[in-house]
C-alpha cells in the first residue's frame, strides 16, 4: 500500500484518512490582539483530534465562492500562531491557502501539507514547497472564488479536469517535488455548477489511476449536497456530508475533508468492517 510523505509524517494511505477543518476566522468585536481567535481554533482543533482527525487542515482565508481575499500579512497573522499553537499535538498539520508567501510562514511555523486550491500557481510557490518535506494538494478550479460561480462552464467536465490535475502533477514533479508528496482534487464547487459536480463524484472510481496521484476529496456541507437534499443551511447538512464521504471513500478517494470529524469517522470504521 502506499505512504504519502507528509513533513514530519509517513502517513499509509491502506485506510482513508480524515482531514478536520479549523477555520481561524477573527471575530472583529471580541478580538484585540488575536488572542481569541487563536484560542478557539486550537480548542476546536483538539476537539477534532479527538473525534479521530488524522490531518488538520488550517486556513485563514475564505476560499467560499463569493468570499473577498485579505491581505498576505493578514492571513499569516491568523494562521501562524495557530500553527505554533499545535505543534505539540503531534497530529499532520495542513495549511488551506493560495498564496506563497503564507506559505512559506507556514513553512517555517513547521506546516506538514499544503492545500493549495490554485494547484501551487502562485509565482514561487512551486520552489518553495519543492524545497520542503511538506505533502501538497494540487486541487482543480475553474475562476476566482469571488466570481467563480457565475457561470461555469465546460464541454467535458471530467476530461478537462484530470487534463489540468495531469498537468499540475506534472509541474510538481519537474520542481523537484517526491510524487509521493503529491494529493490530486477535482475541487467541488469550485467553479462548477451542480451537474459538474455531480459528474465529477461519479467520475471519482478510477481518477486516481487516471491522474496518478491519491485524491482528497472534499464535499463536506457543500451546496451540491444542499441541492440534493433541499437543506439551505449548511449545518443540516451532516448526514448528506457523511454519505457523501462514504461514496467517495468506497471509489477510492484517499483524503476526505470535513467539517464533522466524529460522525465521519465512525462511518468509515462501519464500512471498513461490513464492506
Ligand atoms: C476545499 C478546500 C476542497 C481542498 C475548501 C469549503 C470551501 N481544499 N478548501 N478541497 N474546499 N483541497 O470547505 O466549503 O474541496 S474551502
Not at 124 to 129: D, E, F, P, S
Not at 176 to 202: Q, S
Amino acid at each position: 500500500m502506499s505512504e504519502l510523505l507528509c513533513g514530519r509524517f509517513r502517513l499509509s494511505l491502506a485506510r482513508p484518512l480524515v482531514m478536520g477543518i479549523v477555520n481561524v476566522t477573527p471575530d472583529s468585536f471580541s478580538d484585540g490582539g488575536r488572542y481569541d481567535s487563536v484560542a478557539k481554533a486550537v480548542v476546536q482543533a483538539e476537539r477534532l483530534v479527538n473525534d479521530g482527525a488524522d490531518i488538520l487542515d488550517i486556513g485563514g482565508e475564505s476560499t467560499r465562492p463569493g468570499a473577498a481575499r485579505i491581505p498576505d500579512d493578514e492571513e499569516i497573522h491568523r494562521v501562524v500562531p495557530v500553527l505554533q499553537a499545535l505543534q505539540s499535538l503531534n497530529v499532520p498539520l495542513s495549511i488551506d491557502t493560495c498564496k506563497t508567501a503564507v506559505m512559506r510562514a507556514a513553512l517555517d511555523a513547521g506546516v506538514d501539507l499544503v492545500n493549495d486550491i490554485a494547484a501551487l500557481e502562485d509565482e514561487g510557490a512551486l520552489g518553495i514547497v519543492a524545497r520542503s518535506q511538506a505533502a501538497v494538494c494540487l486541487m482543480h478550479k475553474q475562476g476566482e472564488p469571488q466570481g467563480m460561480q457565475a457561470a461555469p462552464h465546460y464541454n467535458d467536465v471530467v476530461a478537462e479536469v484530470e487534463a489540468y490535475l495531469i498537468e499540475r502533477r506534472d509541474a510538481a514533479l519537474a520542481a523537484g517535488i517526491d510524487r509521493h508528496r503529491l494529493l490530486l482534487d477535482p475541487g467541488f464547487g469550485f467553479g462548477k455548477a451542480f451537474e459538474h459536480n455531480v459528474a465529477l463524484f461519479k467520475a471519482l472510481n478510477g481518477q486516481a489511476e487516471r491522474v496518478g496521484a491519491p485524491l482528497l476529496v472534499g464535499v463536506s456541507r457543500k451546496t451540491m449536497l444542499g441541492t440534493i437534499t433541499n437543506r439551505g443551511v449548511p449545518a443540516e447538512r451532516v448526514s448528506a456530508s457523511v454519505a457523501a464521504a462514504l461514496l467517495a471513500v468506497q471509489a477510492g478517494a484517499a483524503v476526505i475533508r470535513v467539517h464533522d470529524v466524529r460522525e465521519t469517522v465512525d462511518a468509515i470504521k462501519v464500512w471498513q468492517a461490513l464492506k
